[in-house]
Antibody
Framework: EVQLVESGGGLVKPGGSLRLSCEAS????????MNWVRQVPGKGLEWVSS????????QYADSVKGRFTISRDNTKNSLFLQMNSLRAEDTAVYYC??????????????????WGQGTMVTVSS | DIQLTQSPSFLSASVGDRVTITCRAN??????LAWYQQKPGKAPRLLIY???TLQSGVPSRFSGRRSGTEFTLTINNLQPDDFATFYC?????????FGQGTKLELK
C-alpha cells in the first residue's frame, strides 16, 4: 500500500525546536519530489517547503525561511522537517505529500497525489 | 506570488444537484492546477490534476476545466459523500499557493 506516515509533532514553547519525520512505503521514494504543507485547524492549506528527489532543489515559504530546514534520507525512505525558532503562528497540522509530475502530448501538470495523515504541532507557553 | 481566488467560499446544495466551483489565478499558470477534497479531520484527497485530468479512483461525476487563468471544478449528481471543503492549488511557480477553499454543505 502506498503510504506516508508523519511523526514528531507535539507541544513546544515559543523559540523551541521540533523535528518532523515522514516515512514512505509502497513506492519508490527516491524518485519523487516531496512537500510539506500545513493547516491551522479550521483554516486553509499553506505550502511550507519542497525538496526534489535528489535534494538538489529546495524551496521554502517566506514565512519559514531561515527557521525550517527540509531534508530527506532516500536510504531510509524518509522526509524530515527541522523546525527551529518556533512561533505561535507555526501552530498547525503538518502534512507531508508526494509530488506527482504529469506530462502528455497535450498537457502537463503536477499535484500532491499522496498525503500523510498529518501531525499536530502546537507552539505555546 | 501567484494568487488563487476561489468562489464561492460557501455553497449549499442538495443530493443530485450539479455544482461548480471557480478558481481564478492572477497570472498564467498554464495547466498546473490541481483540485482537492478535504473532510474534517482528514488529509486532502487529490481529485483533478493538470486542470482537467481525473485522478485514478475518483468518480467521473467530478470534472475540471481550464479557460485561460480561470479554472472550474464541476460535480454532477452530488452524492452524500461529496460534501466537504474543496481547494485549488497551483504548482506552476514557487511558492506553491492554494485557494482559500470552498465549503460545500448539504442544503
Amino acid at each position: 500500500e502506498v503510504q506516508l506516515v508523519e511523526s514528531g509533532g507535539g507541544l513546544v514553547k515559543p523559540g523551541g525546536s521540533l523535528r518532523l519525520s515522514c516515512e514512505a512505503s509502497g513506492f519508490s521514494f527516491s524518485t519523487y519530489s516531496m512537500n510539506w504543507v500545513r493547516q491551522v485547524p479550521g483554516k486553509g492549506l499553506e505550502w511550507v517547503s519542497s525538496i526534489s528527489s535528489t535534494s538538489r532543489f529546495i524551496q521554502y515559504a517566506d514565512s519559514v525561511k531561515g527557521r525550517f530546514t527540509i531534508s530527506r534520507d532516500n536510504t531510509k525512505n524518509s522526509l524530515f522537517l527541522q523546525m527551529n525558532s518556533l512561533r505561535a503562528e507555526d501552530t498547525a497540522v503538518y502534512y507531508c505529500a508526494r509530488i506527482l509530475v504529469y506530462m502528455s502530448s497535450t498537457t502537463s501538470g503536477s499535484a500532491l497525489d499522496i498525503w500523510g495523515q498529518g501531525t499536530m504541532v502546537t507552539v505555546s507557553s | 506570488d501567484i494568487q488563487l481566488t476561489q468562489s464561492p467560499s460557501f455553497l449549499s446544495a442538495s443530493v443530485g444537484d450539479r455544482v461548480t466551483i471557480t478558481c481564478r489565478a492572477n497570472q498564467d499558470i498554464s495547466s498546473y492546477l490541481a483540485w482537492y477534497q478535504q473532510k474534517p479531520g482528514k488529509a486532502p484527497r487529490l481529485l483533478i490534476y493538470a486542470a482537467s485530468t481525473l485522478q485514478s479512483g475518483v468518480p467521473s461525476r467530478f470534472s475540471g476545466r481550464r479557460s485561460g487563468t480561470e479554472f472550474t471544478l464541476t460535480i454532477n449528481n452530488l452524492q452524500p459523500d461529496d460534501f466537504a471543503t474543496f481547494y485549488c492549488q497551483q504548482l506552476n511557480n514557487y511558492p506553491q499557493t492554494f485557494g482559500q477553499g470552498t465549503k460545500l454543505e448539504l442544503k
